[in-house]
């Protein structure tokens, strides 16, 4: 079984940052290769916000993300990060970790095999 658990949401002004972290516990960490990013806002469907894998040297970025996130996973740690900087009231949704053995990095949902429960941001204008 793996579980993922998220930390590191909460509320920032516009412009500011947040760092979140995706911590992984599984028997096997073959089921986590891939680590990704979603983010669902309220009404709106679950987005793809940013992927890597597991050694880190490949990331995939929404086109929104691109250039104020980054995504990492240092080489000694079970934990993926996602640093967001510059971030808008469009940014607020409910951010949530994901994970998939393999080694593509998928951009869609329903490639995810394991989710955390969510933390949520709020960037208030």
């Known amino acids: 079984q793996v579980q993922l658990v998220e930390s590191g949401g909460g509320l920032v002004q516009a412009g500011g940052s947040l760092r979140l972290s995706c911590t992984a516990s599984?028997?096997?960490?073959?089921?986590?290769?891939?680590m990704g990013w979603f983010r669902q806002a309220p009404g709106q469907e679950r987005e793809f916000v940013a992927a890597?894998?597991?050694?880190?040297?490949?990331?995939r970025y929404a086109d929104s993300a691109k250039g104020r996130f980054t995504i990492s996973r240092p080489s000694a740690e079970n934990t993926v990060y996602v640093q967001m900087i510059g971030l808008k009231p469009e940014d607020t949704a409910v951010y949530y970790c994901?994970?998939?053995?393999?080694?593509?990095?998928?951009?869609?949902?329903?490639?995810?095999?394991?989710w955390g429960q969510g933390t949520q941001v709020t960037v208030s204008s």
């Open positions: 994901a994970a998939r053995p393999g080694s593509y990095l998928y951009t869609q949902k329903d490639h995810y095999d394991y």
């Open positions: 599984a028997r096997t960490l073959a089921n986590v290769c891939i």
């Open positions: 890597i894998n597991w050694s880190g040297s490949a990331t």
